[in-house]
């Protein structure tokens, strides 16, 4: 995972409560993306980013937000966590010239 | 029904057996082909990289890819105990982007 940081490892919410999932990169790549993983659901692609100031949707983005201003950083928020959305979230970047995805160590997170 | 499916395990083996886990799919359009291990509470890790049909060996893994079945296999030869994770297949179209289409993961585990 080096490279990629995620903070914080672990939180727990409360059922409308809002929260930022913190991404950086020192690797200065251009694509950075959030997943979440849910047991036996693979890796979900919730929203992604090709540069700074470029967001857009992935396959689950309901009741997630981004930005992304600069290129080493790339927040996901949550803006009124649900049970729904507990899970295990990852931030990936990717690398063009060898179309390698970089992942974070990942964010356990948990909706009461 | 999913875009790729994936046998989510675990898959038992004696330390030295060869392991064999595979990835069907639907979408014939994929040519590019990946397989991430994951480590328990880490992020995924590019294993292997294949485009399009054939072999490729690194090591003690091969990949293999038929395109015809709509099939793709990891093989680990001389299997280890540290090779016990979970392992994702993944795969994509040409042309986007970092849009990876997953396998919900195999959890392999190597008895010594």
């Known amino acids: 995972n080096a490279g990629v940081t995620q903070t914080p490892k672990f939180q727990v919410l409360k059922t409308g409560q809002s929260m930022t999932l913190q991404c950086a990169q020192d690797?200065?790549?251009?694509?950075m993306s959030w997943y979440r993983q849910d047991p036996g659901m693979g890796l979900r692609l919730i929203h992604y980013?090709?540069?700074?100031?470029?967001?857009d949707q992935g396959e689950v983005p309901n009741g997630y937000n981004v930005s992304r201003s600069t290129t080493e950083d790339f927040p996901l928020r949550l803006l009124s966590a649900a049970p729904s959305q507990t899970s295990v979230y990852f931030c990936?970047?990717?690398?063009?010239?060898?179309?390698?995805?970089?992942f974070g160590p990942g964010t356990r997170l948990t909706v009461l | 029904q999913k875009e790729v499916e994936q046998d989510p395990g675990p898959l038992s083996v004696p330390e030295g057996a060869i392991v064999s886990l595979n990835c069907t799919y639907s979408?014939?359009?994929?040519?590019?082909f990946m397989w991430y291990r994951q480590y328990s509470r880490k992020g995924p890790e590019l294993l292997m990289y294949?485009?399009s049909s054939g072999n490729k060996e690194d090591g003690r893994f091969t990949a293999q890819v038929d395109k015809s079945s709509k099939y793709i296999s990891l093989f680990i030869r001389d299997s280890q105990p540290s090779d016990s994770a979970t392992y994702l297949c993944?795969?994509?179209?040409?042309?986007?982007?970092?849009?990876?289409?997953w396998g919900a993961g195999t959890k392999l585990i190597i008895k010594p």
């Open positions: 690797m200065n790549h251009e694509y």
């Open positions: 294949t485009y």
């Open positions: 979408n014939s359009a994929f040519q590019y």
């Open positions: 993944a795969m994509k179209e040409p042309g986007s982007n970092y849009q990876l289409i």
């Open positions: 990936a970047i990717a690398d063009l010239s060898t179309d390698t995805q970089y």
């Open positions: 980013s090709v540069g700074a100031g470029i967001t």
